[in-house]
C-alpha cells in the first residue's frame, strides 16, 4: 500500500469512497515520523483502528498475525531510511516518551 520506496498513494490527504484515507508516504513528505516508534508499533501490529483517533478513519491492517514484533521492528527500522535528519531527530526525540515495545 504505501510502495516499495515508501512513497504512498495519491491524493493520502483525502478520504476515499469509503471514508478512510489512502496510504500516505512514509518520507519526509508524509506524516509516519510524527509519531513515536510506540505509536507506529501499534499501528502495524494491530491496525490503525488501534489507536482510537477521534473523527479519524483508518483502514491500516493488522499484521500481527503475520509479522512477529522482530519483523514489524525491521519494518520501522526500513520506512526510517527515507527520513532525514530533521525527521529523525523528531522522532526520536517523540519516541523516548512512548518507545516500541
Known sequence: CHGAQGGGQPDWRATGPDGCYPAPPHDAS????HHSDGD???TVKHG????????FKSCMPAFE???NDDEIKA????FKTFWGERELDFQTEVSRY????
Open 30 to 33: 508524509g506524516h509516519t515520523w
Open 40 to 42: 507506529l508499533f501499534r
Open 48 to 55: 490503525g483502528a488501534s489507536l482510537n483517533i477521534p473523527g
Open 65 to 67: 498475525d503475520r509479522l
Open 75 to 78: 519494518v520501522l527500522a526500513h
Open 98 to 101: 512512548d518507545p516500541a515495545p
